[in-house]
C-alpha cells in the first residue's frame, strides 16, 4: 500500500522558507497601495492554521501520550516577545514601533509553529530542517558567486546582507556534517569547500568567528561520531579557505583587505565599541524596563545614522531593561534544562542545539531582533526532542519516522 504524504511537510517548509525570506510586503513587488500587508504574517498564519487542524487528529508514533515534552521555556519566551512589544507604550518619539512589533509577532509565530510540528515528530522535523539548510545554502552560495562583490568586495545574494548571507553558509555547513553523520550519502561532501568560501567572502567577520566557536566546542564535547565528521568539516573548510586565498583573486583580496589589514593590522571593528557603549549607556539610563522598543535608534542611532545595536543581548537591556534580560535569560536556562534532558543527541538534534548557539553567538556582533529568528527556529526543534530512553531509539532512522505519514528517510 503506497504511503500518505506527512501532512506537516508543506506548512514545515511554508514556515522555513518565511524564515528565509525575511521582511517582504508587497510594495517591494511594485504594489505600494499594498505597503501594509506583510507576506511574513499570511504565511505563518496559513501555515499555523494547518498545522492546528493537523494536531486535532491521532497523534503519530512520536508523540503519543506519556512522552509529553516539557514546554516552560516557550512560556516565558512568549512572555519576553510580549513585554518587548508592550514596551512600544514607553517608547520614545521617533520610534518605529509598527514594523518592530510585527518583527517580534512573526518571530513568535514562527517559533510556536515549528516547536507545535517538531512535537510532533522531532527527529524527522529536524532532518527536514538541515536539508533545507543545505539546499538553501548551495542555492546562495552560487547566487553570490554569479553576482559578483558588493560594497567594500563582500559577497551577498538575493539582496540580503553579508551578515545574514554567512549564516546560511555556516547553518549549511552544520547541516551537511550532521546529515552526513546521520547516514546520508558522503558525496555530500562536496560542497563543504562551497560553503566555505562563499562564508570567507562574506567579509563577515562576527559571523565566521561564532562558527569557529560552534566549531571547536563540537569537536571538544560531542559524541565520537559527530565529532569526527565535526573534525573533517574544520579540516575541509581550513583546506577550501587556504585554496580560496592562494587560488581565488577575490578570496585574496577580501583577505587581505579585511582580515589582515582592517582587522590585524589597523584594528578596525566597523564602530562596535562605540555602538556597544551607546547601547550601554542607555540601559544605565533606563535600568529597570528599559527606554522602549526602539529606543536604542530613537535616541542615539538616528542622529548617528545607527539602526540598532548590532548586539541582541545590548538591544534587549537597552530597550528592555533588567525586565527584558530576565525573561531571555530565564527563557534560555529553561531551554538549556530541556535539550539537556534529551541527551543523549542524535545528529539531527545535536544539529538544531548547535545552530542555535551559533546564530546566538554571531547575534552579538551583528544584526536586529528579526535576524536571530533562526536561533529560535532551531531552539524550537531541539527542544521539542523527548527524554530519556526514547530519545536514543528516535535518533534511528526508522523511528524517526511519523507512523501515520509514513514518509521515507530523506538519506
Not at 372 to 382: D, E, F, G, S, Y
Request: charged letters at 10%; aromatic letters at 10%; one cysteine or more.
Amino acid at each position: 500500500m503506497k504511503p500518505r504524504q506527512d501532512p506537516l511537510l508543506g506548512p514545515t517548509l511554508m514556515m522555513l522558507v518565511v524564515a528565509l525570506g525575511g521582511r517582504f510586503t508587497l510594495d517591494r513587488a511594485g504594489l505600494p497601495a499594498l505597503a501594509w500587508l506583510d507576506l511574513r504574517l499570511v504565511g505563518l498564519a496559513l501555515a499555523l492554521a494547518l498545522v492546528f487542524l493537523q494536531l486535532r487528529r491521532p497523534a503519530p508514533e512520536e508523540a503519543q501520550p506519556g512522552r509529553r515534552v516539557a514546554a516552560g521555556w516557550l512560556i516565558v519566551a512568549l512572555m519576553f516577545f510580549g513585554f518587548q512589544i508592550a514596551s512600544s507604550w514607553w517608547a520614545p518619539p521617533g520610534a518605529r514601533v509598527g514594523p518592530l512589533c510585527l518583527d517580534i509577532v512573526a518571530m513568535a509565530t514562527l517559533t510556536i509553529g515549528l516547536y507545535l510540528v517538531a512535537r510532533q515528530a522531532p527527529v524527522l522535523t529536524a532532518r527536514r530542517v538541515l536539508w533545507f539548510f543545505w539546499a538553501v545554502g548551495v542555492l546562495f552560495a552560487m547566487a553570490s558567486l554569479a553576482a559578483g562583490p558588493g560594497v567594500q568586495g563582500r559577497y551577498a545574494a538575493f539582496g540580503g546582507g553579508p551578515n545574514v548571507f554567512v549564516r546560511i553558509q555556516v547553518l549549511a555547513l552544520v547541516a551537511v556534517v550532521a546529515l552526513v553523520a546521520a547516514g546520508a550519502t558522503a558525496r555530500l561532501l562536496w560542497s563543504v569547500p562551497l560553503f566555505v568560501v562563499a562564508a570567507v567572502l562574506s567579509g563577515s567577520r562576527g559571523g565566521l568567528l561564532a562558527g569557529l566557536v560552534v566549531g571547536f566546542a563540537v569537536v571538544l564535547r560531542g559524541g565520537w561520531r559527530t565529532r569526527r565528521f565535526a573534525l573533517a568539516g574544520i579540516l575541509l573548510a581550513g583546506t577550501g579557505t587556504a585554496v580560496a586565498y592562494l587560488a581565488l583573486p577575490p578570496a585574496h583580496a577580501l583577505i587581505t583587505d579585511r582580515f589582515l589589514q582592517q582587522t590585524a593590522g589597523q584594528g578596525y571593528l566597523s564602530d562596535r565599541p562605540q555602538i556597544f557603549g551607546g547601547a550601554i549607556s542607555l540601559f544605565r539610563s533606563h535600568p529597570i524596563a528599559g527606554a522602549g522598543l526602539d529606543g536604542f535608534h530613537a535616541l542615539i542611532g538616528a542622529a548617528a545614522g545607527i539602526e540598532y545595536p548590532h548586539n541582541y543581548l545590548l538591544a534587549v537591556a537597552a530597550e528592555g531593561g533588567m525586565v527584558g534580560l530576565v525573561l531571555l535569560g530565564f527563557s534560555a536556562v529553561l531551554w538549556v534544562i530541556r535539550v539537556r534532558a534529551a541527551r543523549p543527541w542524535g545528529p539531527e538534534i545535536a544539529a538544531m542545539v548547535v545552530g542555535t548557539g551559533y546564530i546566538a553567538l554571531a547575534s552579538l556582533f551583528s544584526g536586529d531582533y528579526y535576524d536571530a529568528r533562526l536561533a529560535w527556529a532551531c531552539a524550537a526543534v531541539a527542544a521539542a526532542a523527548p527524554a530519556g530512553r526514547w530519545a536514543r531509539g528516535a535518533s534511528s532512522p526508522g523511528q524517526a519516522i511519523s507512523a501515520r505519514a509514513g514518509a521515507p528517510t530523506a538519506r
